[in-house]
């Protein structure tokens, strides 16, 4: 009797614990939703955008991954806290400070992967080939991008990374280590699974436009969608058709792409304008042939 009234009790700090976390984490993500408009807001000059300076980028990026998954992570984290309060009594501050850690290591890999896809993209874009600007080949290049998305989503190596992302518990206790160093290498590693899920969804977001904070909000969508729905195989199959869709669109009709910026058009100008005279924007002569005007 005395152990079912003290349960409870002994269940209510956990409680709050989790409470705290799960805030914490949607609290950061509505807040870095909000410095992402404020730094990318009317920067999006349609595929080919110039995505900055490396400074500008990399903070850019780290706010914009935190924004677009920090919500679909929450099952994660709150499973990481879960488990270490279970294995050890730790006091709550050593607790949120391991959580934050874990949390840490994730943005850690995310951050290495743009690096690699800015290299990537920004190598492309200063080789100005002719074939590539928009009125030419550009468009069913970011088409050949969405559809290459869309065909990863329905690989084993897709299914694999998404079945790790979406079992927590079997996460958190195949990979369990201690102390703050094991929270950041737990975090990387979940990081790098995440990364393999994803990495397709990120670069069909370079498609389409790196600086839209529209297409981040599809994106990120569509990310919620995979991870969170129950149903893992219906979930990764609407995410392909969805692709598969944006990919004809772009390639064949893209003036009737709801929300696509189209390079030269006088939205598009607009953009470039306001990035030129930025000390955010990368030098002019490293312009996307994409983005030349249209004929």
């Excluded at 805030?23 to 870095?32: E, I, N, T």
């Excluded at 958190?172 to 590693?189: E, K, T, Y």
């Excluded at 977001?205 to 904070?213: D, E, I, Y």
Aim: aromatic content about 8%; overall charge positive; hydrophobic content about 50%.
């Amino acid at each position: 009797m005395a152990s079912a009234v003290q349960s409870p009790a002994v269940q209510r700090p956990g409680a709050r614990f989790q409470a705290g976390v799960l805030a914490s984490l949607l609290g950061l993500a509505a807040l870095a939703w909000l410095l992402t408009h404020e730094r990318m807001l009317g920067m999006d000059a349609g595929p080919g955008t110039d995505p900055g300076g490396l400074g500008f980028y990399v903070v850019s990026w780290v706010v914009m991954m935190s924004a677009m998954m920090f919500p679909s992570i929450v099952p994660m984290v709150l499973t990481f806290g879960f488990v270490q309060r279970r294995r050890r009594d730790r006091g709550s501050i050593e607790r949120t400070v391991s959580s934050w850690v874990f949390v840490g290591g994730y943005l850690l890999t995310w951050t290495a992967f743009g690096l690699l896809a800015y290299c990537l993209y920004v190598g492309v874009r200063s080789l100005s080939i002719p074939g590539l600007s928009w009125h030419r080949g550009g468009r069913y290049l970011a088409g050949g991008v969405l559809l290459a998305a869309a065909i990863y989503q329905l690989t084993p190596i897709k299914d694999a990374c998404l079945r790790r992302c979406r079992a927590p518990l079997d996460f958190v206790l195949g990979h369990w280590r201690d102390g703050p160093w094991g929270a950041l290498r737990m975090g990387v590693v979940h990081g790098a699974w995440c990364v393999g899920c994803c990495w397709g969804l990120m670069a069909a977001l370079f498609a389409l436009g790196v600086m839209s904070l529209t297409w981040m909000i599809a994106i990120a969508g569509l990310i919620a969608v995979e991870k969170l729905l129950p149903w893992r195989e219906l979930a990764n199959h609407l995410v392909a058709l969805t692709l598969i869709l944006l990919a004809l669109g772009v390639s064949l009709a893209p003036r009737d792409v709801p929300g696509l910026t189209l390079p030269g058009s006088a939205a598009a100008g607009k953009a470039m304008s306001t990035m030129s005279g930025s000390p955010r924007a990368m030098p002019a002569h490293k312009s996307m042939p994409s983005s030349m005007p249209m004929k």
